[in-house]
Nanobody, 125 residues
């Protein structure tokens, strides 16, 4: 099982980037994005559940970031718009096999057992 993240790079303030996370080896019901800025803890950005179909976002990215999935290709995307300097971080995709009832997403990195290698996003002013 492997998660392969890509798409990071340098963007201007107010610009956009799209990250991709390709999963191989199995499908996951819940896949998520986390960010880790220098000297900080890894933080939840957002996640998507396949069944039931819903997404959850951190307050800091609501209205700017959008998660989508291409189930046929087992790939998750993070569309990042209106980028801010504070979005600068390494972004990790993650997945979990833990199932919860209802419309619940666990935001703790410790609950995700599968991780991609991380991709750096730098937003410059």
């Amino acid at each position: 099982v492997q998660l392969q993240a890509s798409g990071g790079g340098l963007a201007q303030v107010g610009g956009s980037l799209r990250l991709s996370c390709a999963a191989s080896g199995r499908t996951f019901n819940v896949m998520a994005w986390f960010q880790q800025a220098p000297g900080k803890e890894r933080e939840f950005v957002g996640a998507m559940s396949r069944s039931p179909d819903f997404t959850r976002y951190a307050d800091s990215v609501k209205g700017r970031f959008t998660i989508s999935r291409d189930n046929a290709n087992n790939t998750m995307y993070l569309q990042m718009n209106s980028l801010k300097p504070e979005d600068t971080a390494v972004y990790y995709c993650a997945a979990t096999t833990i199932s919860y009832s209802g419309y619940y997403i666990n935001k703790s990195p410790s609950r995700y057992g599968y991780w991609g290698q991380g991709t750096l996003v730098t937003v410059s002013s």
